[in-house]
């Protein structure tokens, strides 16, 4: 059975940090990458990676203050989110599958999919 678990969100301050991690079991994707919603909002792309490719994606809003990166020896995902920001809030999903370089910042790229851990930033 495939499957995907995150854990590492939480309430922090605007400024602070957080990392999130996800491990998916089952199989090995191609494409791994980390969504976001927020209340009464549709589910966004945050960050992703090729990591066969060496190539890393991230929302523009985000650039700069956020990093995803795969353990090549426990096949973990990691997004390490820097400076913080109110709306940064929301339920940040871990996706996997084997996006192409058109629909890896999209759901469409993604077959499977984590239960979501909340993140809360306070201003």
């Known amino acids: 059975q495939v499957q995907a678990v995150e854990s590492g969100g939480g309430l922090v301050q605007a400024g602070g940090s957080l990392r999130l991690s996800c491990v998916v079991s089952?199989?090995?994707?191609?494409?791994y990458a980390w969504f976001r919603q927020a209340p009464g909002e549709e589910r966004e792309f945050v960050a992703g990676?090729?990591?066969?490719?060496?190539?890393?994606y991230y929302k523009d809003s985000v650039k700069g203050r956020f990093s995803i990166s795969r353990d090549r020896g426990t096949g973990a995902i990691y997004l390490q989110m820097n400076g913080l920001k109110p709306d940064d809030t929301g339920v940040y999903y871990c996706?996997?599958?084997?996006?192409?370089?058109?629909?890896?910042?999209?759901?469409?790229?993604?077959?499977?999919w984590g239960q979501g851990t909340q993140v809360t930033v306070s201003s």
């Open positions: 996706a996997a599958g084997n996006a192409i370089e058109s629909t890896a910042m999209s759901t469409r790229g993604y077959t499977t």
């Open positions: 990676v090729r990591w066969s490719m060496g190539r890393t």
């Open positions: 089952g199989r090995t994707f191609g494409t």
